[in-house]
């Protein structure tokens, strides 16, 4: 699986957009984006995947260049529940689904 | 639905004992995961399994460190004679069986070891 590299952390006004940038520049073709998030000692939480087309739920939106290198998870109107450790990873369509965590991006989110 | 059930939440061992977490999936998940957490750290993966199947161990210490999953019941990872090196947030994680591509996972509250 492609590694992946996140700023370490990164600050946002409450109600503003949440911008997190992931380069993974070696990513293959057959390799999703895959976004979770771990609150303060919760277990980490599934935001967002995609392939190549941007996605869009109810959490957030996923921004995949053309070429794959790099994305960008935007949270819209961040909320100070926001404020956690983002992961981007870059997943394998095989078999084997394990997930190999880096050390994120500590987003604080500011009153 | 339910999430992902894991108790206990927490657990005190002392050193030298045996350490039993279990691990609930969600309704219809036949993937389970086990990722590890020390202090201060990342979290690490441990295991997936199958139901009746360990796929992938890959990252489960050589010795002390089992798992599995059965027909019926919870997955279990059991840790014997624990040392304080243990101590850490264990998370399990469950996704549904799928034809091909993959799924997200989702996870349990953790428990958290502590070795006395």
């Known amino acids: 699986d492609a590694k992946t590299t996140q700023p370490p952390s990164m600050d946002c006004a409450e109600g503003r957009a949440a911008n997190l940038p992931c380069n993974h520049s070696t990513i293959s073709g057959n390799e999703y984006v895959y976004w979770y998030r771990q609150i303060h000692s919760q277990g980490p939480q599934y935001i967002i995947h995609g392939l190549k087309n941007n996605e869009t739920n109810e959490m957030a939106s996923l921004i995949i260049t053309e070429d794959r290198k790099s994305s960008t998870l935007i949270l819209p109107h961040a909320t100070l529940r926001d404020t956690a450790v983002y992961y981007c990873i870059a997943l394998n369509a095989g078999n084997n689904r394990k997930l190999i965590w880096g050390l994120g991006t500590s987003l604080a989110v500011n009153p | 639905n339910a999430g992902v059930m894991q108790n206990p939440r927490h657990l005190v061992r002392r050193r030298g004992q045996e350490a039993r977490l279990r691990c609930s999936p969600m309704?219809?998940?036949?993937?389970v995961y086990w990722y590890r957490q020390l202090p201060e750290e990342g979290l690490k993966f441990m295991v997936y399994l199958q139901k009746e199947n360990i796929i992938d161990e890959s990252g489960m210490p050589k010795e002390r460190f089992s798992a599995e999953f059965p027909k019926e019941g919870p997955s279990i990872l059991r840790i014997q004679q624990v040392v304080r090196g243990d101590s850490a947030a264990y998370f399990c994680?469950?996704?549904?069986?799928?034809?091909?591509?993959?799924?997200?996972?989702?996870f349990g509250p953790g428990t958290r070891l502590t070795v006395t």
């Open positions: 994680a469950s996704s549904p069986p799928s034809a091909g591509g993959v799924h997200e996972q989702y």
């Open positions: 309704k219809g998940h036949s993937h």
